[in-house]
């Protein structure tokens, strides 16, 4: 029985999900599955990176439901730290680097899964990418944003007060920070209704922290050392020693769009109902 070879790209909920119905839905020895992942991490909860923060959970092992040996132990053949930066379809193959050691090399496909997810949204805005601007989506995020914690910043400014920018919020109060919120909406959280939303602003605000909705960002000022110090509002200027941005994600399709593979007028990869790519 010839052997099919399924590529995964990305290695988080998705990508080892559809790794792991593959290969049990396979008869014995049909498949072979080898998954890529750019981080450190595999199978965590990213809903976790606040309570992390606060200090609630240990480390990031704890958010991690899979681990690389036990994904490896169950037949994937898993490679963190590996990028995939090209595709070529016609060949069948994908490109990878190894971000540890810079060794290049190509994988053969029969199958392709791009499960590559999201990426947050940086705002094209003046200073965005100065030290200390930080987007939260992956653990690695999670850990360059502790990283930039551990020298006892005073002031954090979170940009967007959604879902991940409360959760920001409400965790670095605890970690002892003077905080404030942004969001150019009427009122916190506008997935809700605006009365609800006014409950949240007014429960943010008793735990001390302070909300400016109705405000705009017009960019981030760095200190003479290259790092952020402040964040330029419609309302004025900011002081902050750290920047979180909560403005929520886009899809991460530029692999994808890159091969020629149709994208969707939001930015995502075109299917059909079965989650198959044409073109």
Not at 177 to 204: F, I, S
Not at 249 to 258: D, H, I, K, T
Request: hydrophobic content about 45%; some cysteine.
């Amino acid at each position: 029985m010839p052997v099919t070879r399924v590529v995964v790209v990305g290695g988080d909920a998705a990508g080892m999900t559809a790794a792991s119905t593959a290969l049990r839905k396979a008869p014995d020895g049909a498949l072979s599955v080898v998954a890529f992942e750019r981080s450190h991490h595999t199978s965590y909860s990213a809903c976790g990176i606040p309570y992390w923060v606060a200090g609630d959970v240990s480390g990031p092992d704890a958010l991690v439901a899979r681990t690389l040996s036990q994904h490896r132990k169950n037949g994937i053949d898993l490679r963190l730290r590996a990028e995939v930066d090209g595709l070529d379809l016609s060949r069948r193959e994908v490109s990878v680097v190894e971000l540890d050691g810079g060794r290049r090399y190509r994988e053969g496909f029969d199958e392709l899964v791009i499960a590559t997810g999201a990426v947050p949204i940086r705002p094209d805005l003046p200073g965005v990418d100065a030290p200390g601007v930080y987007g939260v989506q992956t653990l690695d995020d999670g850990a360059a944003l502790l990283g930039g914690l551990a020298g006892s910043p005073r002031r954090a400014v979170v940009v967007g007060a959604g879902y991940i920018g409360v959760e920001m919020a409400e965790a670095m109060v605890r970690r002892g920070l003077e905080v404030t919120v942004v969001d150019q909406a009427p009122e916190p959280m506008t997935t809700l209704d605006p009365d609800m939303g006014a409950l949240v602003r007014e429960a943010m605000e008793g735990m001390g922290i302070r909300v400016l909705v109705g405000t705009a960002v017009r960019g981030f000022e760095a200190g003479a050392d290259g790092r952020v110090s402040g964040v330029a509002t419609d309302g004025g200027l900011l002081p902050a020693d750290v920047v979180v941005l909560g403005m929520g994600v886009r899809p991460n399709s530029e692999l994808a769009a890159a091969a020629g593979l149709p994208v969707g007028e939001h930015g995502g990869v075109r299917t059909d109902e079965r989650m198959r790519v044409q073109g």
